[in-house]
């Protein structure tokens, strides 16, 4: 149900934003685009009527997407400037304030008669992939639950912003209190409709936004199959494009791309993938040149990840850290030796040769070291090994305790590397690998692990 507004043209809020127009409207309130008359910059500014709402869920929803947009710092989302409410004889009203997303929404633009090429749709695609990429990585991860063409604003150089975060869900709050439906139907995967949410939820729904891109109609007016939207039977895609996509809209959501990193990089390299992996549920190929051992029966997979040897482009950026800490390290030492009583300087020095001895042992494990995984029905058991005596270490648990397996990055040193999930721990292998063989294994031991 669409809310009233109480704010026309040429309306000052706050006796600081005048109302320029109405950008959209929904459930969750009403956006305007207006202008700081101190300032005069435009921004977005999305009013919640107090006498107007439904149920006091609209306002938890409105006050939640305040809170997530605080903290929110990624390019293509327009960045939060302000929340604050005000009061009149008749009404409250709450505010939140944003900066304008330069350009039209998909949707106008398709009513303007914008037909997107494949080429557009898919860099459209690795765009909102790259969001929410970001998002889903926070910690708890965030689900914005609400993809759609109406959401996603595009330039004139083609840049897009992705927009209305009222209906994101904390995923950690989603698993253990529940969740409301909130989201537009035809868009919705099926486990939403369920009030469940989690990080591939979000790319059925940006499947749905780039089939309406390409067909023009809704998603939910496209012919089905077996509970499956059949776009094959409506647009003709290239191949490797239409297996993808496929992929993307696949109803059940252990069958779906298991992180939007994984979905990134099996848009750009289609070959990690065949359309038999997609639509059976059979793992996808090994990527071409992999060194990666993996043996895999009905009850067991053995995974054995050799050393990379002297491969520089593998070692360049680890080799060339190690240098320049060392070097940050030196320097900071002898310009402060004078100034530090001889105790701390001990102290200093001592933990900085730890720093330095970790960082070169992870250097010389991607030149020498063996990893290997193996997974029984009682138990798993990962190892690092290297091919001298007293050389290794490794982790073992329960195959009961296991709930997944993806792809990470590390917040300061954006490495990335699969990680293993059980109820209390997680388990990070795989740094040295390219990025194509860790998405392959973390499908790979994905497919695995799903019962």
């Known amino acids: 149900m669409l809310l009233q507004t109480s704010h026309p043209i040429g309306d000052l809020i706050a006796e600081r934003y005048r109302v320029q127009s109405v950008l959209g409207q929904g459930s969750t309130g009403i956006t ?18 107090l006498k107007g709402i439904q149920d006091w869920k609209q306002l938890e929803l409105f006050e939640r997407e305040a809170q997530v947009l605080a903290q929110l710092d990624h390019p293509a989302i327009p960045h939060y400037i302000d929340y604050f409410q005000t009061d009149t004889a008749e009404d409250r009203w709450f505010y939140i304030v944003q900066e304008l997303a330069p350009g039209k929404s998909l949707t106008d633009l398709m009513k303007d008669g914008w037909q997107a090429s494949q ?17 889903h990585e926070l910690n708890p991860p965030i689900i914005h639950r609400d993809i759609k063409p ?10 897009v912003y992705l927009v209305d975060f009222g209906a994101v869900q904390n995923v950690y709050h989603n698993t253990m209190m529940g969740s409301t439906v909130v989201g537009t139907y035809g868009y919705m995967a099926p486990e939403h409709f369920q009030g469940k949410a989690v990080p591939a939820t979000d790319l059925y729904s940006l499947g749905a936004t780039l089939l309406s891109l390409l067909t023009h109609c809704s998603p939910a007016d496209l012919p089905r199959k077996r509970l499956k939207i059949d776009f094959r039977s409506v647009v003709r895609l290239d191949p490797g494009f239409a297996d993808w996509l496929d992929h993307m809209l696949e109803p059940a959501v252990e069958d779906r791309f298991g992180s939007a990193e994984v979905a990134i990089a099996t848009l750009i390299h289609p070959s990690m993938t065949t359309k038999r992996s997609l639509v059976s549920g059979v793992v996808p190929a090994q990527p071409i040149g992999s060194n990666i051992k993996l043996h895999q029966t009905e009850a067991s997979l053995t995974v054995h990840i050799p050393p990379v040897g002297w491969h520089w482009e593998t070692l360049k950026q ?11 390290l030196i320097v900071f030492l002898l310009a402060f030796k004078a100034a530090m009583p001889p105790l701390i ?5 001592s933990l900085g040769g730890m720093i330095g001895i970790g960082m070169f042992n992870s250097v010389f494990f991607a030149i020498a070291g063996h990893t290997y995984l193996k997974i029984d029905p009682q138990h798993f058991r990962l190892s690092w090994r290297v091919h001298l005596p007293g050389l290794q270490c490794s982790r073992k648990g329960r195959t009961l305790d296991l709930i997944g397996i993806k792809l990470t990055t590390s ?23 390219s990025l194509h063989e860790q998405a392959w294994l973390v499908e ?6 799903r019962p």
């Open 32 to 49: 305007f685009a207006v202008e700081d008359v101190d300032t005069h910059q435009q921004y977005a500014l999305k009013a919640l009527s």
């Open 119 to 135: 080429t557009e749709v898919r860099q459209l695609a690795l765009q909102i992939l790259d969001i929410l990429k970001y998002l």
């Open 150 to 159: 109406q959401n996603i604003i595009r330039n004139d150089d083609g840049q």
């Open 318 to 328: 680890e080799c060339l850290q190690l240098w320049v800490n060392v070097c940050i």
């Open 345 to 349: 300087f001990g102290v200093a020095a």
């Open 411 to 433: 917040p300061k040193s954006k490495v990335k590397y699969c990680t293993l999930f059980t109820t209390d721990h997680q388990y990070s292998f795989g740094t040295h690998l």
């Open 444 to 449: 790979t031991i994905g497919h695995f692990l």
